[in-house]
């Protein structure tokens, strides 16, 4: 029985590398955004939301920041990274050498799938280095917005 991990409720220690694009942003209310993990933006408001697989969201990048917001935009502002390697988990399933070049989509905020596995199709970026079978790093350019 596969066991499907659970979104993150700390802040993660963020493995990454040619990272250099920042950006700042805000979120919706009462939302709590851990450093390291990945963020959605909504498409209604643009506001900066917890990653997830989740419907009429786009992904926005790799939070460099822990924020909990109060009211919908209001401060503090989230640091996103919109370039760069990261490194991810797989959230189920198992990777190869062979998926390098594969697109990947949110799965949730600490998690990716393969493109495809998801309801929602969030893509985040693609896969430019196995580590393992279950993590790999993600290259986020042009893909957070």
């Known amino acids: 029985m596969a066991i499907t991990p659970a979104a993150t409720t700390k802040d993660l220690r963020m493995v990454y590398r040619d990272s250099a694009h920042i950006v700042g942003g805000k979120a919706t209310a009462n939302t709590t955004i851990y450093a390291g993990t990945l963020v959605n933006r909504t498409s209604s408001t643009g ?55 594969t697109e990947v989509e949110v799965a949730d905020n600490n998690s990716f799938d393969v493109a495809g596995a998801t309801s929602n199709h969030v893509k985040c970026g693609k896969i430019v280095e196995f580590a393992d079978s279950t993590h790999a790093y993600i290259r986020i350019d042009g893909y957070a917005f």
Not at 47 to 55: E, K, P, R
Not at 56 to 72: L, P, Q, Y
Not at 73 to 96: H, R, W
């Open 47 to 101: 506001l900066l939301v917890d990653g997830g697989d989740t419907a009429s969201t786009t992904f926005a990048g790799v939070s460099r920041t822990h924020i909990i917001a109060v009211n919908d935009g209001a401060t503090p502002i989230v640091e996103l990274f919109q370039s760069g390697d990261f490194l991810f988990k797989l959230n189920s399933g198992t990777i190869d050498e062979g998926d390098v070049g």
